[in-house]
């Protein structure tokens, strides 16, 4: 596996920050999680930010993280 394509998704909790392997994972966790994430965020192997997510939820609890590019 290429290393410099390696990515996380990191969440930002009040009181520290959980990793993912993915986007899907991140929201899955999240749907199931008590607290409200602050913010969300995509890393590559170097520690660099490729993406930065608005994190929604629906009424049902669903949770999506929406790149802040792609939002418009």
Do not use: K
């Not at 994972?25 to 170097?46: I, K, S, V």
């Not at 609890?61 to 929406?66: F, N, P, Y």
């Amino acid at each position: 596996m290429r290393r410099d394509v390696v990515t996380e998704v990191f969440v930002q909790f009040d009181d520290g920050v959980e990793n993912f392997a993915t986007r899907f994972e991140a929201e899955r966790f999240l749907g199931a999680c008590d607290e409200e994430p602050r913010a969300a965020w995509l890393e590559d192997a170097q520690g660099q930010v490729r993406a930065r997510y608005r994190i929604t939820r629906t009424p049902e609890g669903r949770v999506t993280l929406i790149d802040e590019d792609d939002a418009g």
